[in-house]
């Protein structure tokens, strides 16, 4: 199994990153290949709309998104990372989402496969917010639903905490870290 956790924190070491992590650490640890790719370390240009994808599938803008592209064909399971910012995910993580566009463009307009040979991808969404309204996660839900289903993915689970704010809460919560981890062994079996 390839696990690839994709985080999207601005913040180095942030809640969503030690909780990404711990995810990745329980997947190793039942045998799965995992890797975290931390999005504010690369070069990712949101989407111009040159609309280029839509002839062959492909997004010409040279930047690190195109090895993230041939990352996102060859995985089994994605996790994406996110705190909330302004009730959504935040700018680094809806940029990655809108250079998805292309894979968008390859499964509904050119009929393409996305991942061939995998039948059942699963998509994992971990998010954290700093106040507890009780529809913090509505926004960003319903953006990696869409997200997940481009990339010829299921939303398989999310984990959501509210009331997480300052650096390192998430540490602090009773649940979380656990949670994570065990999500991160269950993701190492194949469904
Ligand atoms: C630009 C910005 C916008 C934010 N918007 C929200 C918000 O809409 N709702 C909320 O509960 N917390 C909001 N927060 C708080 C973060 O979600 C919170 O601090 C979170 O723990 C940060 O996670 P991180 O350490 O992984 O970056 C915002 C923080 C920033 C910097």
Redesign the pocket.
Known sequence: MQVLGVCG???RN????LLLKELLRGSKDAGAQAEEILLRDLKVTPCLEIYACKKDGQCPIPDDMQTLYVKLTEVDVLVLAS?????TV?AHTKAFIDRCQAMWARKYLLKLPIAPGKLSRRGVFLA????K?TR?FDGALLTVKYFFDALDMTLYRSLLY?S????G??IKHPTAMAEAYALGRELAQEK
Do not use: C, H, Q, W
């Open positions: 924190s601005p913040r942030g809640n969503t990153e705190p909330i910012f302004f009730y935040s954290v917010g700093g106040t309204g913090l509210p997480i704010d300052a650096k809460d998430i």
